[in-house]
């Protein structure tokens, strides 16, 4: 595995919340595999604007988004860390998957995606079902852009911390990226 580089996309709308500390107890697997932590909080998006046509007006990325851009090519393996809200991703990982369509027109990019594997980490508050749309989606996405399909690792908490008493999910959490 120590040719992977592996990009955590933390989507929650809070620092170091369940979704992050399950994502981080997983991680610990990974051992001298490269790993780069983006929260998105900290690298904001702009609302995102459907730029894909005309299709010879290429998209031209700056800022932050140049940076995720950047930070999704250079990555093998992508793990989505977003918290499960109203039953789907919570908005800032919403956006970010937004401007993925804006970067299908950035030459490369979907040959360079079709290399990569997508994971998911999501934490909740109830039920394991409440994230299953939310499951669907990111494996639908995975399909669109021929990423493979790591799978999804469900924990369950609300306060902080919670899903630390999550013994389950802590368990799946130690081998989830052996598959
Ligand atoms: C805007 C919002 C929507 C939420 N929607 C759901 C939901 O649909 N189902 C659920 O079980 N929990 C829901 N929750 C609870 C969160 O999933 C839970 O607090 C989770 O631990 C947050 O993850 P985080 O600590 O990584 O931020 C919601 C919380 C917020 C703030």
Redesign the pocket.
């Known amino acids: 595995m120590t040719d992977r580089r592996f990009l955590f996309v933390l989507g929650?709308?809070?620092r170091d919340?369940?979704?992050?500390q399950l994502a981080r107890i997983a991680a610990e697997q990974l051992g001298d595999v490269e790993q780069r932590w983006l929260w998105l909080g900290d690298v904001p998006l702009e609302e995102y604007r459907d730029v894909r046509w005309p299709v010879s007006e290429r998209p031209d990325p700056k800022g932050n988004e140049k940076l995720l851009l950047d930070a999704t090519l250079e990555a093998t393996d992508i793990v989505i860390a977003s918290?499960?809200?109203?039953?789907s991703v919570s908005s800032s990982t919403k956006r970010y998957l937004d401007h993925w369509s804006n970067w299908e027109r950035v030459p490369g990019f979907l040959d360079t995606m079709a290399g990569k594997k997508l994971w998911v980490v999501t934490?909740?508050?109830?039920e394991h079902h409440?994230a299953d749309a939310l499951l669907d989606a990111l494996r639908r996405a995975a399909d669109w852009t021929k990423m493979s399909w790591g799978g999804g690792l469900v924990g369950i908490?609300?306060r902080?911390g919670?899903v630390l008493s999550d013994t389950t999910a802590l368990t799946r959490a130690k081998t989830f990226f052996a598959a």
């Open positions: 929650s709308a809070r919340g369940n979704t992050e918290p499960t809200y109203w039953y934490a909740l508050a109830e409440q908490g609300n902080p919670d």
